[in-house]
C-alpha cells in the first residue's frame, strides 16, 4: 500500500504521521507535531477557522490528500450488539435507530466498526458513531482551503481501539489506555 498521512487536530497541537502499512506491519516514515493557536479549536470544534487554517498552513503537510481523525464533543458514540445483515443501508438504518434520543438524526452521518464479527449472542458487536453534517463539512472546507483532500475520515476513539485489538500482548488483559489533552 501507499504512504498514507494521517492528521489529528487536538486543543493545542497538529498531529501528522506519514506512513504505511502492509499486512500486521506499520512502517512510521515521519511524525511531526505544530502548535495550533490557542482557542481556534476546542474539544473538536473549530471556533476561529482563519487561526487554524494558518497553524494547518504552517504544518507544512506535505501530501495531495490525508486520513482526517476526529474528535470532540460532537462525536457521539455507543457500543450496540446488532443482528448480522449483509445489507448495510438496513444496518445504518438499525444503528440510528438506536440514537432516538438525539435531536435533528436526518443532520447526522451515522458510520459503524465493527469490534467483534461474531459474539456470543450470535450478532455483531459495532461502535456506532453519528456525527453532525456541518461539523464534517467544517473540516472538509478547511483542509480544501489549503489544497488538502480528505480522503477517509476516522474517529479517535476507533484508533485508538484498533491499536489495542493488534497489540498482540495486551490481548484479554487489563490496562488503563489514557489520553491526556488541555481544554
Same mark, same amino acid.
Given at each position: 500500500?501507499?504512504?498514507?498521512?494521517?492528521?489529528?487536530i487536538?486543543?493545542?497541537?497538529?498531529?501528522?504521521?506519514?506512513?504505511?502499512?502492509?499486512?500486521?506491519?506499520? #512502517?512510521?516514515?515521519?511524525?511531526?507535531?505544530?502548535?495550533v493557536?490557542?482557542?481556534?479549536?476546542i474539544?473538536?470544534?473549530?471556533?476561529?477557522?482563519?487561526?487554524?487554517?494558518?497553524?494547518?498552513?504552517?504544518?507544512?503537510?506535505?501530501?495531495?490528500?490525508?486520513?482526517?481523525?476526529?474528535?470532540?464533543? #460532537?462525536?457521539?458514540?455507543?457500543?450496540?450488539?446488532?443482528?448480522?445483515?449483509?445489507?448495510r443501508?438496513?444496518?445504518?438504518?438499525?444503528?440510528?435507530? #438506536?440514537?432516538?434520543?438525539?435531536?435533528?438524526?436526518?443532520?447526522?452521518?451515522?458510520?459503524?466498526?465493527?469490534?467483534?464479527?461474531? #459474539?456470543?449472542?450470535?450478532?455483531?458487536?459495532?461502535?456506532?458513531?453519528?456525527?453532525?453534517?456541518?461539523f464534517?463539512?467544517?473540516?472538509?472546507?478547511?483542509?480544501?482551503?489549503?489544497?488538502?483532500?480528505?480522503?477517509?475520515?476516522?474517529?479517535?476513539?476507533?484508533?485508538?481501539?484498533?491499536?489495542?485489538?493488534?497489540i498482540?500482548?495486551?490481548?484479554?488483559?487489563?490496562?488503563?489506555?489514557?489520553?491526556?489533552?488541555?481544554?
Amino acid at each position: 500500500m501507499g504512504i498514507t498521512t494521517s492528521v489529528y487536530i487536538a486543543n493545542e497541537k497538529v498531529h501528522i504521521v506519514k506512513g504505511s502499512f502492509s499486512g500486521h506491519r506499520v #512502517n512510521i516514515r515521519d511524525i511531526r507535531e505544530c502548535p495550533v493557536a490557542e482557542g481556534c479549536i476546542i474539544y473538536g470544534v473549530i471556533t476561529d477557522p482563519a487561526a487554524l487554517k494558518q497553524s494547518l498552513e504552517e504544518a507544512m503537510i506535505d501530501a495531495k490528500s490525508i486520513s482526517l481523525v476526529i474528535d470532540g464533543t #460532537n462525536v457521539i458514540t455507543k457500543l450496540l450488539e446488532v443482528p448480522l445483515l449483509r445489507d448495510r443501508k438496513k444496518l445504518l438504518t438499525l444503528i440510528s435507530d #438506536n440514537f432516538q434520543d438525539i435531536e435533528n438524526r436526518e443532520n447526522m452521518i451515522t458510520d459503524y466498526m465493527v469490534i467483534d464479527p461474531r #459474539n456470543e449472542n450470535g450478532g455483531a458487536t459495532v461502535l456506532a458513531v453519528m456525527v453532525e453534517k456541518d461539523f464534517l463539512a467544517e473540516y472538509i472546507e478547511m483542509f480544501q482551503s489549503i489544497g488538502l483532500k480528505i480522503e477517509s475520515v476516522d474517529i479517535a476513539m476507533a484508533c485508538m481501539i484498533k491499536y489495542i485489538m493488534n497489540i498482540n500482548r495486551l490481548y484479554e488483559e487489563t490496562f488503563v489506555y489514557a489520553v491526556v489533552d488541555k481544554h
